[in-house]
Nanobody, 124 residues
Framework: QVQLVESGGGLVQAGGSLRLSCAAS????????MGWFRQAPGKEREFVAA????????YHADSVKGRFTISRDDAKNTVYLQMNSLKPEDTAIYYC?????????????????WGQGTQVTVSS
């Protein structure tokens, strides 16, 4: 069993930056694909970014490519999402998730463990 806890969310002006963290306990994250998702009010949960277990392969949604970067530090059992040039449409609850398979996946249903989420609000 893996427990995930997100932190780092908050209120920021458009154009600003935030770094989200996802700390894991229960098991080491080193063998998991890790992902970030987000859900805005009234919308479905959507994929943001994923990173494979070595950290050498990443995939970002087109909507955040060039602005967000996923990374991992297995020594700290933590995954990060650096978010730059934030826009009001990035406002959402951001969730960290862990996938026991080795394939980078964008589908919500493929992830096995989820955190409780952290709110990100971008004002215009």
């Amino acid at each position: 069993q893996v427990q995930l806890v997100e932190s780092g969310g908050g209120l920021v002006q458009a154009g600003g930056s935030l770094r989200l963290s996802c700390a894991a306990s229960g098991r080491t994250l080193s063998s998991y694909v890790m992902g970030w998702f987000r859900q805005a009010p009234g919308k479905e949960r959507e994929f943001v970014a994923a990173i494979n277990w070595t950290g050498r392969r990443t995939y970002h949604a087109d909507s955040v490519k060039g602005r967000f970067t996923i990374s991992r530090d297995d020594a700290k059992n933590t995954v990060y999402l650096q978010m730059n040039s934030l826009k009001p449409e990035d406002t959402a609850i951001y969730y960290c998730a862990a996938d026991r398979t080795v394939v980078l996946d964008t589908r919500v249903n493929e992830y096995d463990y989820w955190g409780q989420g952290t709110q990100v609000t971008v004002s215009s």
